[in-house]
């Protein structure tokens, strides 16, 4: 089962901030916070990731909280091609670990 | 750097034939992972192999699916006999063998259609 919560859906408008979260209150210490997205039925698509420091790249910031139990993935402008399933997901950094996929939030970004 | 690879990118076939998928992993990378999406539903882990020897096929169904990553060419995920129940998208990911920089980079997947 994957270890995360996230909303089935929101909203957002274009140009506007859009911020995902995610729970994942039972992570353990060696455990880092990734985000994937895919967009229709696209491959899914590596975003970001990071273990305890926000994290920041060409695609998006990774706020993560100081307890680890919770996360925010913040897309600074989202654009009509953002619209797609953000994947929160808990998982070692080390090699051989399976990716274990929840539900995802749909995420719409509207004109 | 080309990224991962996988073909055909549609497959369809009649009950009872064979599916052969291919996933080339991305240059330099060792661990390959296969994953299957049902129709509108998420993203399940199948298998995940180094160079020649399968590591973890927990999520793989024991009868007619299998699969291989030899030393030379691609990961091959194999499905006999299909059913209709094996219409599904494909994905395959590979990942680096570095510590600390372990990120699964997904492939466009292989959408199989059983008639």
């Known amino acids: 089962d994957a270890k995360t919560t996230q909303p089935p859906s929101m909203d957002c408008a274009e140009g506007r901030a859009a911020n995902l979260p995610c729970n994942h209150s039972?992570?353990?210490?060696?455990?880092?916070v990734y985000w994937y997205r895919q967009i229709h039925s696209q491959g899914p698509q590596y975003i970001i990731h990071?273990?305890?420091n926000n994290e920041t790249n060409e695609m998006a910031s990774l706020i993560i909280t100081e307890d680890r139990k919770s996360s925010t993935l913040i897309l600074p402008h989202a654009t009509l091609r953002d619209t797609a399933v953000y994947y929160c997901?808990?998982?070692?950094?080390?090699?051989?670990?399976?990716?274990?996929f929840g539900a995802g939030t749909r995420l719409f970004v509207k004109a | 750097n080309a990224g991962v690879m996988q073909n055909p990118r549609h497959l369809v076939r009649r009950r009872g034939q064979e599916a052969r998928l291919r996933c080339s992993p991305m240059?330099?990378?060792?661990?390959v992972y296969w994953y299957r999406q049902l129709p509108e539903e998420g993203l399940k882990f199948m298998v995940y192999?180094?160079?020649?020897?399968?590591?973890?096929e927990s999520g793989m169904p024991k009868e007619r699916f299998s699969a291989e990553f030899p030393k030379e060419g691609p990961s091959i995920l194999r499905i006999q006999q299909v059913v209709r129940g094996d219409s599904a998208a494909y994905f395959c990911?590979?990942?680096?063998?570095?510590?600390?920089?372990?990120?699964?980079?997904f492939g466009p997947g292989t959408r199989l259609t059983v008639l």
């Open positions: 990911a590979s990942s680096p063998r570095q510590e600390g920089t372990d990120t699964q980079y």
């Open positions: 039972t992570i353990s210490g060696n455990e880092y």
């Open positions: 990071g273990l305890k």
């Open positions: 997901i808990v998982r070692p950094n080390t090699g051989g670990f399976k990716t274990i």
């Open positions: 240059k330099g990378h060792s661990h």
């Open positions: 192999l180094q160079k020649e020897n399968i590591i973890d």
